[in-house]
């Protein structure tokens, strides 16, 4: 099995910053694509960037200037940093991984559980 766990949801005033980490572990012999979505109450969930192993990141419109997606493929890592941050990017985020548990095996989605980001003053 493998298992994504994120961290560094928390409050913060508008304008301000949050790194959020995601790691996965388990059963893994490499990982594809990994992403964040985020959703907010009575929303649907919304890609918020992603980034395949070696390639370029991409964004959403609402968040291009102010999220950058960056990887850490040693440590089955990726990370978002969220600044100038707004109270309209207050949801929850997700993270997933597309996950190849074996070589020449097929690739799955995972996903974690979510972190509570809340940007207020």
């Known amino acids: 099995q493998v298992q994504l766990v994120e961290s560094g949801g928390g409050l913060v005033q508008p304008g301000g910053s949050l790194r959020l980490s995601c790691v996965a572990s388990?059963?893994?012999?490499?990982?594809?694509?990994m992403g964040w979505y985020r959703q907010a109450p009575g929303k649907q969930r919304e890609l918020v960037a992603a980034?395949?192993?070696?390639?370029?990141?991409n964004y959403a419109d609402s968040v291009k200037g102010r999220f950058t997606i960056s990887r850490d493929n040693a440590k089955n890592t990726v990370y978002l940093q969220m600044d100038s941050l707004k109270p309209e990017d207050t949801a929850v985020y997700y993270c997933?991984?597309?996950?190849?548990?074996?070589?020449?095996?097929?690739?799955?989605?995972?996903w974690g559980q979510g972190t509570q980001v809340t940007v207020s003053s």
């Open positions: 388990g059963s893994i012999f490499s990982i594809n694509a």
């Open positions: 997933n991984a597309d996950v190849q548990q074996r070589l020449g095996g097929p690739t799955y989605t995972y």
């Open positions: 980034i395949a192993n070696g390639g370029r990141p």
